[in-house]
Structures are given as structure tokens and as C-alpha cells.
């Protein structure tokens, strides 16, 4: 089975900075991953999907890049909105599976 | 519009059963593969189970293996979770999920609100 760590597990940040968030896999998922965003009390929300390309309507401060087993989520110039939590999913083979999340705060 | 809609969560005792539902509109449904992933409170998300577009074949994470069964009914436009034996720890918000394309290549772009199962004596 294919296992997703993905860092930091919390990372603080100000209004306006860019972030990165990492998410390594166990073995080569090619470009099969996906990126989610999850607010409290609410399903997640599709961000980026095969590695790189942004889903309709996200919008392009979202960037993912990464191939094989290392991954990288980008924030650029962060609003209050993206205040969450982030997970990353492989979906290369089953059992697919999930990062175990990075929660994004307010420095 | 895409929706997916649960249904049958609730409060079982351990060694409990629960059938979940999950009513699809909006698209073709039997187009698609689909999909439950949980979330335990407080937790990250865990992916659960997917079902084929006909139903030929079926995934599941190993800690549900023999206890939970994912099924469709294409004629209804739904998808079922059958859990059996049920644990402490399967207490969660189970959601039902379903690829943004037909190749389930593109993550899972629509979700469901979710339906929460709680195993506890």
C-alpha cells in the first residue's frame, strides 16, 4: 500500500505570505495526486488534480507541481479564505490514500 | 448540477450493522465509478471503498476488508455502504465522493454533506 506524509502538519502564516505545502509518497504515484482543501464542518473541496493542473474555477494563486513520489502544494499571497486545512491524495492504485493533512493558521 | 446526497447514519452499538445511501443526481451515474471516504472526529480523511461503473469491481482500505461492502444500483442512481461489525473506531462522517471524469482520473471533484455513524455502547 501506497502511504502520503505530507509537511508540516501545521504551519502558520500572515495574510499576503506564499506557502508551501510537501507531500511525499512511498513509492511512484507518477502524477496521480490530487490536492484538497477542507474547512471545518464541510466536505473537501477539489484544488488541483494529476500533480499539476487546477480544477475549474480555483483560482491560479493554487499551483501544484511534483512528479514519482515528491509533491508540492503553493499559496501565493494568502487571503483569510485560505485559512484551512490541506491534504493531498494519492489515487495511482488502490488502496488509495490521503495525506494526514496540513492545517494552514494565522500568524 | 452535480449532487450526492447521504443518507443512514446514526448512533449503533459495536458489533452493530448500518446501511449507508447515497443518492447521485445531475449526471449519468452509471458513467461513473464512486466512492466513500471517512473522516473520524477531529481526523483527516481515509478512503474507503470505490465501486466500477457496472459494479464488476470493488476496493476497499484493509482495516473494512470483510466487514463493509460498497454497491451500487444503477437503475436507482445510488451507491450503498453495507458495514457489519462495526468498531469504536469506524465512528466518523462517512462521505460518499465521485471523480471529476469517467477514467476516475481527475481526484474527487463532488461530495456529498456527509452522514455521520457513531459506534458507541
Known amino acids: 500500500d501506497i502511504q502520503m506524509t505530507q509537511s508540516p502538519s501545521t504551519l502558520s502564516a500572515y495574510v499576503g505570505d506564499r506557502v508551501t505545502v510537501t507531500c511525499r509518497a512511498s513509492q511512484s504515484i507518477s502524477r496521480w495526486l490530487a490536492w484538497y482543501q477542507q474547512k471545518p464542518g464541510k466536505a473537501p473541496k477539489l484544488l488541483i488534480y494529476k500533480a499539476s493542473t487546477l480544477e475549474s474555477g480555483v483560482p491560479s494563486k493554487f499551483s501544484g507541481s511534483g512528479s514519482g513520489t515528491e509533491f508540492t502544494l503553493t499559496i501565493s499571497s494568502l487571503q483569510p479564505d485560505d485559512f484551512a486545512t490541506y491534504y493531498c491524495q494519492q489515487y495511482n492504485s488502490f488502496p488509495y490514500s490521503f495525506g494526514q493533512g496540513t492545517k494552514l493558521e494565522i500568524k | ?121
Not at chain 2, 449519468?28 to 466513500?36: A, H, T
Not at chain 2, 460518499?96 to 477514467?103: M, S, T
Request: glycine share 12%; with cysteine.
Open chain 2, 1 to 121: 448540477e452535480v449532487q450526492l446526497v447521504e443518507s443512514g447514519g446514526g448512533l449503533v452499538q459495536p458489533g452493530g450493522s448500518l446501511r449507508l445511501s447515497c443518492a447521485a443526481s445531475g449526471f449519468s451515474f452509471s458513467s461513473y465509478w464512486m466512492s466513500w471516504v471517512r473522516q473520524a472526529p477531529g481526523k483527516g480523511l481515509e478512503w474507503v471503498a470505490n465501486i466500477k461503473k457496472d459494479g464488476s469491481e470493488r476496493y476497499y482500505v484493509d482495516s473494512v476488508k470483510g466487514r463493509f461492502t460498497i454497491s451500487r444500483d444503477n437503475a436507482k442512481n445510488s451507491v450503498y455502504l453495507q458495514m457489519n461489525s462495526l468498531r469504536v473506531e469506524d465512528t466518523a462522517v462517512f462521505y460518499c465522493a465521485r471523480a471529476g471524469d469517467e477514467y476516475d482520473s481527475s481526484g474527487f471533484k463532488h461530495w456529498g454533506q456527509g452522514t455521520l455513524v457513531t459506534v458507541s455502547s
